[in-house]
């Protein structure tokens, strides 16, 4: 029976950040922005200002690093054959 190396968790921890920030963050601007004096746009109050930057940042964040991720991320794994030095 062959043993297959266990899959790398960063991409999936990637990939569950993005699906909360995707979904739970227009529930945060909306609950941030409907919190002051006015619920119109603009919003009036500076932590309203603060909800949505940090959602937009960290959306920007977690989809640069899911698309990039084959760039930037090399999985170690304790099944890559030794090199076998050259004659």
């Known amino acids: ?8 968790w960063l991409p999936y921890l990637l990939l569950i950040g993005m699906t909360v920030v995707s979904f739970a963050g227009p529930f ?19 932590v309203e200002w603060v909800v949505i930057g940090a959602v937009l940042a960290l959306f920007l964040a977690f989809f640069t690093a899911c698309v990039s991720i084959r760039a930037w991320y090399r999985p170690v794994s304790g099944n890559i054959p030794a090199e076998r030095p050259s004659d």
Do not use: F, H, Q, Y
């Open 1 to 8: 029976m062959k043993t297959t190396a266990p899959l790398p």
């Open 28 to 46: 945060a601007i909306l609950l941030a922005v409907r919190g002051g004096e006015s619920a119109n746009w603009p919003p009036d109050r500076p």
